[in-house]
C-alpha cells in the first residue's frame, strides 16, 4: 500500500475510532459527534505515526477515550464556553 493510501485509511479508521472514544467514555458529553470524530482522526494519526499493525488501532482507541475526556472537559457545556473553576 503507498504512504499516502495508508493515511487515507489512518483518517477514515480515525472517524471510527472517535465514535468508538465516544462509547468508551461513559457520561454526559458535551462536544458534538463531528469534534468527537475529528479527535478520533486526529488520535489515530498521533498513534500511526508511532506505531504499525494492530497497536496502532490499540493506542488510537485509548489515546482517543483520552482526548474525548480532555476535551470534553474543557469544552464546557454547549452554548457556553468553559470557565476555569
Do not use: Y
Not at 487515507?8 to 462509547?23: D, K, Q, S
Amino acid at each position: 500500500m503507498s504512504p499516502t493510501m495508508e493515511w487515507v485509511w489512518l483518517i477514515i479508521v480515525g472517524a471510527i475510532v472517535g465514535a468508538l472514544g465516544r462509547l468508551f467514555h461513559p457520561g454526559r458529553d458535551p462536544m458534538g459527534w463531528i469534534v468527537t470524530i475529528l479527535v478520533g482522526i486526529g488520535s489515530l494519526l498521533i498513534a500511526g505515526a508511532i506505531f504499525n499493525g494492530f497497536w496502532r488501532f490499540v493506542v488510537g482507541v485509548i489515546v482517543a477515550v483520552i482526548l474525548v475526556a480532555l476535551v470534553g472537559r474543557f469544552m464546557g457545556t454547549r452554548g457556553q464556553p468553559a470557565t476555569a473553576p
